[in-house]
């Protein structure tokens, strides 16, 4: 999933690794 932001400010990637692991990267600014 690409980098999405929201109208409120929040950023959020979600990636999955190899293993099939999901990692989300969540930034509110």
Do not use: H, K, S, Y
């Not at 999933?1 to 600014?29: C, H, K, S, Y």
Request: charged share 25%.
């Amino acid at each position: 999933m690409p980098l999405r932001e929201e109208p409120w400010g929040e950023r959020l990637f979600q990636v999955t690794d190899p293993n099939g692991i999901v990692l989300q990267l969540v930034e509110w600014a």
